[in-house]
């Protein structure tokens, strides 16, 4: 089972679930354990391979990871610990897993809240990920994760987040980082169905305004989807939790609220 740490509130029933993205850890949500335990429930997790959740023997011979395997290892993780039904919140490719178990288990997620969402690949988006498929072998993947951390985080603002994804992606091994990134054979037409399906549970997006890869697709599918609603955070880039936590905080803790 992957590893986790839970912070059980005292009179609250609401659990909130926290997805790091790839390359990341539970560690990325320091900033926000303090506040949300306060009201809630809380469920942080490490994905398989990151953190404390080191490969399984079984995963050894495996050469790829599928977005439906690493769902599962959540699902695992809350069934384990009995929670009927949970607000998930992720950060980056978190959010895709998190959409995806709402595809498969949409009886456990009672809201999703998707920090720096990935919804659409742009044209430099798909060039930057066939460069890496082409030189994933050959150049350090340490080397690869900086380049793609520069392009998505370019500005000075954006230095502690890149620092931060920088360091724990240096905890993967070589092996894990390949068969990450050969996720992404599995992107686009897993994106395209979401794009298609508006699947009816509230959705709020926290994005920076400088997130230029992602954020104008994320723009023109809550135009389209009607539970989905968008707050945009100034002088801010992809990873909104760690750039601008207290107003991530605010804005998530009182969507949450308002759902009640």
Known sequence: MLNYYSYPHSTSEK??????GAGGSSSIW???IRDFKKHFNVLILDL????NSKPRLKDTFNPK????????????????????????????????LIRNLAEKRPELVQSMI???????LN??????IKLGVIFKSIVPYML??????????????????????????KKLYQKEFIRWFKLTSEINPLLRFFRAKDIK???FYVMGAEDHLFLPSIKNIVAKHVMSTLFVIDNCGHVVNIEQPQTFNNQTIRFINSLS
């Open 15 to 20: 659990w909130v679930t926290f997805v790091h």
């Open 30 to 32: 320091y900033k926000q």
């Open 48 to 51: 398989r391979g990151h953190g």
């Open 65 to 96: 990871y599928t977005f439906d395997s690493i769902t599962n290892d959540i699902v695992e993780v809350i069934e384990h610990l009995k929670i009927d039904k949970s607000h998930f919140i992720g950060i980056s490719l978190g959010t895709i």
């Open 114 to 120: 998707m920090g720096g969402a990935i919804i659409k």
């Open 123 to 128: 044209f430099r988006s798909q060039v930057l």
């Open 144 to 169: 690869l994760y900086k380049l793609f951390a520069f392009i998505i985080m370019p500005k000075k603002n954006h230095k502690k987040s890149r620092s931060l994804f920088v360091n724990e992606a």
């Open 201 to 203: 549970i509230p959705t």
